[in-house]
């Protein structure tokens, strides 16, 4: 074999390779367009879906001394709403949740995350406390059992302890009538 003849199939190698890259970048790029019309798309997948709540004990915002655990909330279902003072989206979605926790459906619990406590008051005092009560972690220890990276994030749990659902991002009224209030529904949760 002579130089040139090595040279063109190197060539030709690289040119191959090159190509099925460009294929297969073109192939996940169509595959990211075609679902991202669904309305889902910004679901995180949750490996507590279906499975018992982390245990824990926390205390209560407004009393500090108090713990609350996990088997103090069982016998009926709860919303755990991830909340802080220095989240803005936690601001846009504080009017939906207050006018969500009005309807006392299920109880709502407030899960102040690495936040000062005395911020955390204040922000209760201006934008209004929805919450039945209001668990802290301080540190952010617990939240790490939960899955929770940031916040605003809210789960549904039911009497039982089972986690249900898991929404990221901020609620509004539309979330809650659509994905929220059918799962209460069909968990038999009256209105």
């Known amino acids: ?41 910004e679901a995180l997948p949750s490996p507590l879906i279906g499975k018992p709540a982390p245990d824990f004990s926390l205390p209560v915002l407004h009393e500090p001394g108090r713990l609350v655990s996990s088997d103090d909330l069982r016998g009926a279902p709860y919303l755990l709403n991830v909340w802080g003072s220095w989240c803005p ?14 309807t006392k459906r299920v109880r709502l619990v407030g899960y102040n ?39 605003p994030e ?16 901020p609620l509004d009224d539309d979330k809650i009538a659509t994905q929220l209030v059918p799962l209460l529904d069909a968990m038999g949760v009256p209105q």
């Open 89 to 102: 989206a936690c601001r846009d979605e504080h009017g939906a949740l207050t006018r969500f926790a009005e």
């Open 154 to 169: 809210t789960f549904l749990v039911d009497a039982d302890g089972i986690v249900r659902w898991k929404y990221v991002g």
């Open 1 to 41: 074999m002579n130089d040139a003849s090595t040279e063109t199939r190197s060539r030709r190698g690289l040119a191959w390779g090159i190509g099925i890259v460009f294929v297969a970048l073109f192939g996940l790029l169509l595959h990211g367009v075609l679902v991202s019309d669904r309305p889902d798309r």
């Open 113 to 151: 995350w690495k936040d000062e406590h005395a911020d955390a008051i204040r922000w209760l005092e201006h934008f209004g406390n929805p919450y039945w009560t209001v668990l802290v972690d301080y540190d952010g220890r617990k939240a790490i059992d939960w899955g929770i990276y940031g916040a």
